[in-house]
């Protein structure tokens, strides 16, 4: 045996470097809730021990791995506790955590059902599960990427093989440069990631038309422009500040008429489709053609879980379509047909566990868990003289105070305090702060604790 061989093996047979970790995993769950939620500067300074040259000789691996526990974990982001409001993150449920693991251990390929049968089962049941809960028709198919990025990629490649198709042209075989023109249709305030599946996909940004969006973010439908079998239109369940969604129902019906593609930015929002709490807002989103969705988020299991949906299978397939004369393709679900990578993990694990453990009544519970934990957030901070400017009408609040120059330093306060975290934005041209609840940890003990921070911050803040 080879000498590096010798060394793998006997690592592998003691386990030593797993129940390290295993160990380390365990103080960080116990140690996290009386952690700050973002590292202070004194930690963060100890980064620069992994500044060093590329090392020539191995090392000890288990020094290598305290290395990482002791620096590492303290420059984390305590993101699965209760009180980071940051972006639309979310937290990871224990038994996706725990079956994680587990598939962390069989290192699967997720690309064909003959590299894995597990994988390549479990994506089907979770395509079953994803349609019966979103009620999307039977047919649609579901494609398994990191994140609503590359979900929404996925969706407009299918929807520019459609739509040039019906004009006589195959995109595969012709390209681009030479091709009918497609019209984008999206709402002011479309995700960024938006613009840039259009770019990647040659549209060209001046090919968007931008359709203007209503105090809360929503597309107003009566600006539409005229529609036509040329034109992909992106909607939102759930504005990323807002948390609003647009009205499915109508611009879906405009757009069948004409013969329109209509995808859905669906990141986070989608999965209020769950509960009978949120049928104003989703309804009509089954009309759509294609959805993004990401488990990551309102779902909470762990990185990275993205979900394309697409009505029409064969759009989907052949926009991400990929041969080789290697490739052995079975009667099976062979993942790589429905998403643009080939290797990929397999992330349909951890979704089928989180779907699996919860159940329909176990979604809707979570969903209207964070919900409720919002309208408590948005509740106190009003009742403390902030200004709430959005209908808390998922998980999203946008807060502001009396002036743009007191926001932001209340914001920095709450940022360095360590006690809980949010972002800030801009919502109708104003600096806001915006705060998501997408943790299943977050307690209303959690809330009352981070307004009482905004409270101090900005009692702080107005002194300066
Ligand atoms: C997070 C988000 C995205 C991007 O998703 P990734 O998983 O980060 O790629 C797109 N749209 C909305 C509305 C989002 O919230």
């Not at 725990?98 to 251990?105: E, F, G, I, R, S």
């Not at 979103?134 to 990629?153: C, D, M, N, R």
């Not at 990929?322 to 694990?349: C, H, N, V, W």
């Amino acid at each position: 045996m080879n000498k590096l061989q010798e060394r793998l093996f006997e690592q592998q047979n003691s386990k030593a470097l797993l129940k390290q970790a295993q160990q380390a995993a365990f103080d960080y769950i116990v140690q996290q809730p009386k952690q700050r939620v973002f590292p202070d500067q004194a930690n963060i300074e100890k980064l620069s021990v992994f500044e060093e040259s590329l090392p020539n000789a191995s090392c000890d691996p288990a020094l290598l791995l305290a290395l990482l526990d002791t620096v590492g974990s303290a420059n984390t982001v305590a993101q699965t506790g209760g009180r980071y409001f940051g972006f639309v993150n979310g937290n990871a449920l224990p038994v996706t955590l725990a079956t994680k693991w587990l598939a962390d251990v069989w290192d699967q390929n997720a690309a064909l059902y003959v590299m894995s049968p597990i994988a390549s089962k479990l994506e089907s049941v979770c395509q079953t599960w994803l349609n019966q809960l979103f009620k999307l028709p039977e047919q649609t198919v579901a494609g398994f990427v990191s994140g609503t990025s590359i979900a929404t990629l996925s969706g407009l490649a299918a929807a520019r093989f459609r739509q040039l198709q019906k004009m006589g042209w195959d995109v595969n075989q012709q390209g681009l440069f030479s091709a009918p023109k497609l019209r984008l249709i999206l709402g002011r305030q479309t995700h960024g990631t938006v613009a840039k599946a259009i770019s990647l996909l040659g549209f060209g940004q001046a090919s968007i038309e931008w359709v203007e969006c209503d105090e809360q973010g929503r597309m107003i439908v009566e600006q539409l422009p005229a529609l036509d079998p040329s034109c992909i239109l992106v909607l939102q369940a759930g504005n990323v500040n807002s948390g609003a969604f647009d009205d499915f129902t109508r611009v879906c019906q405009l757009a069948e008429q004409a013969q329109a593609w209509v995808h859905i930015d669906g990141a986070f929002g989608l999965w209020a489709k769950a509960s009978h709490v949120f049928d104003n807002q989703t309804k009509g989103m089954e009309l759509a053609d294609s959805w993004s969705v990401d488990a990551h988020k309102t779902l909470n299991t762990p990185y990275d879980c993205g979900i394309v949906m697409c009505k029409d299978a064969e759009a989907l397939t052949n926009a991400l379509h990929q041969q080789g004369s290697y490739i052995q393709f079975s009667e099976q679900r062979d993942g790589l047909m429905y998403t643009p990578e080939m290797s990929k993990r397999a992330r349909a694990i951890e979704l089928w566990a989180a779907m699996k453990y919860l159940g329909r009544f176990g979604i809707a519970e979570l969903v209207e868990l964070l919900h409720e934990r919002a309208k408590l957030f948005a509740h106190l901070l009003t009742k403390h003289k902030f200004t709430v400017l959005n209908e808390v009408v998922f998980n999203q609040v946008v807060i502001c105070c009396e002036s743009e120059q007191l926001t932001q330093q209340t914001l920095t306060l709450v940022q360095q305090s360590g006690e809980c975290w949010c972002g800030g934005s801009i919502w109708q041209d104003k600096k806001v702060i915006r705060i998501s609840l997408c943790s299943w940890a977050t307690t209303e003990q959690d809330i009352r604790r981070s307004v009482e921070v905004f409270v101090q911050a900005r009692r702080q803040a107005s002194k300066v």
